[in-house]
């Protein structure tokens, strides 16, 4: 009876074993997932502000773009009557 308890302990240590080796191989994939999280982050924040300095640069110049059509008119109407 010894015997198959001596034997059941060794299979279970064994089992230990190999259990801390899938635990430590997982940490080892979290980890490297967990940076390659970090960085993607990092770079869709960068794309972010990136992307919002365009929308902003795009507005200031659909600004600029209705201001000289403005002017365009104003200097086509005043053309206009000095034509006449």
């Given at each position: ?29 979290l ?30 110049l ?5 201001k ?17």
């Open positions: 009876e010894l015997s198959e308890y001596a034997g059941e302990i060794a299979r279970l240590e064994k089992e230990l074993e190999q259990s801390q080796r899938i635990i430590t191989e997982i940490e080892t994939r980890s490297a997932v967990t940076t390659q999280i970090s960085e993607l982050t990092t770079q869709n924040i960068a794309l972010e502000t990136r992307l919002s300095d365009r929308e902003n640069e795009l507005e200031r659909r600004s600029d773009y209705k000289l059509q403005a002017e365009l008119i104003v200097i086509a109407k005043t053309n206009a009557k000095q034509n006449k």
